[in-house]
């Protein structure tokens, strides 16, 4: 059973680098698929400029034409804050411990991830895989 990549972000606006990211990752790791799950409320930043369900719209368009990329609309659906490992929790939940999860961050991100909600449990629910920048210093 091939991994999924489970990647999350407040996508505010979606680009071609989240676009390219989630492509190479798919290959290198040999994913089935990369979910990309907006956040509803992004829990650790300000509030989006643009609306939840307009930048869940802008991710269902700018993925439909690959067909490993699939949009999960579980964090803009849920009326409290978007924490990963709720999400994570629940695809665990949906797809069993056989299935592998590859959460999908940036290097920015991870090092923040003592700052998210239940950081430590992630592990435990996924394998994390940090892609950084070709012009990130001292990452």
């Known amino acids: 059973m091939q991994p999924i990549g489970v990647f999350g972000g407040t996508f505010d606006p979606i680009h071609f680098g989240h676009l390219r990211l989630a492509e190479e990752m798919a290959e290198g790791l040999g994913l089935s698929q990369v979910r990309f799950i907006p956040a509803g409320q992004p829990p650790h930043r300000g509030a989006p400029r643009t609306a939840a369900i307009h930048r869940l719209e802008m991710v269902r368009r700018a993925t439909v034409g690959n067909p490993r990329f699939e949009v999960d609309a579980r964090e803009v659906q849920r009326p409290d804050p978007s ?3 709720d999400t994570l929790t629940a695809l665990r939940a949906e797809l069993g411990n056989e299935q592998a999860l ?11 991830l003592p700052c998210w909600h239940q950081w430590r449990q992630l592990f435990a629910l996924a394998n994390i895989v940090v892609a950084t920048r070709p012009d990130a210093a001292g990452i």
């Open 102 to 112: 590859c959460l999908l961050l940036g290097a920015d991100a991870f090092a923040g």
């Open 83 to 85: 924490y990963t490992v």
